[in-house]
């Protein structure tokens, strides 16, 4: 069996506001592989974000973790104090973002800021620095590393800031990649490109890459596993050819019926009705039981857990022998 | 016998000036648009499809002369716009619309629904005063939202809703062309999902035409009747939809339809990669403007820039190549 890198266990993240304390995470459990890419789908407010967040321990300040543990190479991350996580981040977990504009300095040379993290993390010297920032560089495919090590973020094109965004996050050859929609900002042929630098570069640096995206086109090309999570909670957990064959969940299968793709052609596409229940408005059940077709009294009262179901993990009462057949 | 095409743009040029730098006197373009000829029979939905930077927004401001083209013309139902003066424009304005991607930027945050779909109705005068109500409510009804909505302001409503909201002003003039700008690429697949289906259905029940602006291929190919694929401000394909995906003849096209990632993990496509980025508009390449990233690219390509030329029905293509 291959070896665990990352394990999520039962993490629930909640908020407290004015309406009292908002449940944003319940209950959520991952498992990444070493050399693995696992990608985490799910629309706007559904938590993925969050949970990567919650990796890094970077969750909000109004944020509080009330259960669960992420175990990383078998340390707890939560126990750990802050100077602890801080050597690990950047170092042995890295991250990337979605919009590679803001999270670039604009006053420092692209050069400048990857230099950093590696005084920082491998106290390499000055000269050090900067033949390994333009080594990385040069491994993230930008043209004439030498001088673009001094250029500044604006002087380069979204796909090219993404790219040394990448060597930024790779230059201390992390176990663990997050990259937290790494190309939804960027145009197809762009993300195309970034895309096959990832996994390029995953094997040849062995790094687990965390993958989150609202793109199932993405997850497909990229992931081993897939985790689709709805409203704070990880409906399904699947091995990705498996998963694209036979989605389990009835939101899985809502969402992939509802993406007009290059192969099909549909007269209509099929919708998933209404809207994401707000936190303040989470049914008690199911978080799914407000949009559900196949929704059962039991569903409304009771939230079904994560269980093993066919080498997958599914959390819907359909899956147990406490569902009740429909009547053909 | 000819199709009765309700919009016809011919040769349109929007050209930006930039200043190279703050006190050189040469000016230089940014041809945003660069001579782009299309037309749209009634009742069709066109597919403009391309990357950022390609000029396809552009166009569709130019069409509705949100913005001044620097050239050409838009032929709707025969009549040139830029040939009218204020007055008539604003009449004309009446039959064209346009629904924009940001359903937060484009909806005036101080205004209640009413103000914001009434204003149309009352300044063309679309139905009388007594009436406007009650068919104000009818036009939310049929995007998919209860009367009750009226009173509310557009912070109260989420994404989907908002760009319904958008759907239901640009519908109150009852209008014949309605250009789509981005307009299902802020939401969520969900949601998506159900406003392409209002798009369709609004589209059959009033005969609408639509211009669909969008840089996603899969939404394209899901509700158009033709594409045409942009790159650095001209047209370099434009065909009926079967044609094109089954057949794409621009290395460009080829390009795109391959850099989507299939959702099918077992059918790996062949990727063609394209090298480097998008070129600058600003001052372009004399010959083909695909040139420096074409993997079929040839000398004459970066000499002479490739006219349009037909290889089949109605199938145009800009390329020396093909």
Known sequence: MSERLLEVKELSIGFDTDDGFLPALDKVSLTLNKGETLGVVGESGSGKSLTSLSIMNLIPASGRAVGGEILFKGKNLQELGEEQIRRIRGNEISMIFQEPMTSLNPVYSVGEQIMEVLRLHQQADKKTARAKTIEMLRLVGIPSPEKRVDDYPHQLSGGMRQRVMIAMALSCQPDLLIADEPTTALDVTTQAQILDLMSDLKDRLHTSILLITHDLGVIAETADHVAVMYAGKVVEYAEVKRFFREPLHPYSRGLMNSIPTLEQTRERLEVIRGVVPTLQQMPTGCRFCTRCDEKQPLCEVESPPLLDYQGSQVSCWKYTERWEPVPT | ?322
């Open chain 2, 1 to 322: 016998m000819k199709k009765d095409n309700i919009l016809e743009v011919k040769n349109l040029v929007k050209w930006f000036p930039v200043k190279k730098s703050l006190f050189s006197k040469t000016k230089s373009y940014l041809k945003a648009v660069d001579n782009v000829s299309f037309s749209i029979p009634r009742g069709e939905v066109l597919g403009l499809v391309g990357e950022s930077g390609c000029g396809k927004s552009t166009t569709g401001r130019a069409i509705l002369r949100l913005i001044e083209a620097t050239q050409g013309e838009v032929l709707l139902e025969g009549q040139d716009l830029y040939r009218l003066d204020k007055t008539a424009l604003k009449e004309k304005r009446k039959d064209m619309q346009i629904v924009f991607q940001d359903p937060y930027a484009s909806l005036n945050p101080r205004l209640t629904i009413r103000s914001i779909i009434g204003e149309a109705i009352k300044l063309h005068q679309v139905v009388g005063e007594k009436e406007r109500e009650a068919f104000m409510e009818e036009l939310l009804y049929e995007v998919g939202l209860g009367k009750h909505f009226l009173n509310h302001f557009p912070h109260q409503f989420s994404g989907g809703q908002r760009q319904r909201i958008g759907i239901a002003r640009a519908l109150a003039v009852r209008p014949k062309l309605v250009v789509m700008d981005e307009a299902v690429s802020a939401l969520d697949v969900s949601v998506q999902a159900q406003v392409l289906n209002l798009f369709q259905d609004l589209q059959e029940k009033y005969g609408l035409t639509y211009l669909f602006i969008t840089h996603n291929l899969s939404v394209v190919k899901h509700i158009s009747n033709r594409i045409a694929v942009m790159y650095l401000g001209q047209i370099v394909e434009l065909a009926d939809k079967e044609t094109f995906f089954q057949n794409p003849q621009h290395p460009y096209s080829r390009a795109l339809l391959s850099a989507i990632p299939s959702s099918n993990p077992e059918l790996k496509r062949e990727r063609i990669l394209l090298k480097g980025d998008l070129t600058s508009p600003v001052d372009p390449p004399q010959g083909c403007r695909f040139f420096s990233r074409c993997p079929e690219a040839q000398s004459i390509c970066r000499e002479i820039q490739p006219p349009q030329k037909e290889v089949g029905n109605g199938h145009l293509v800009a390329c020396h190549v093909r």
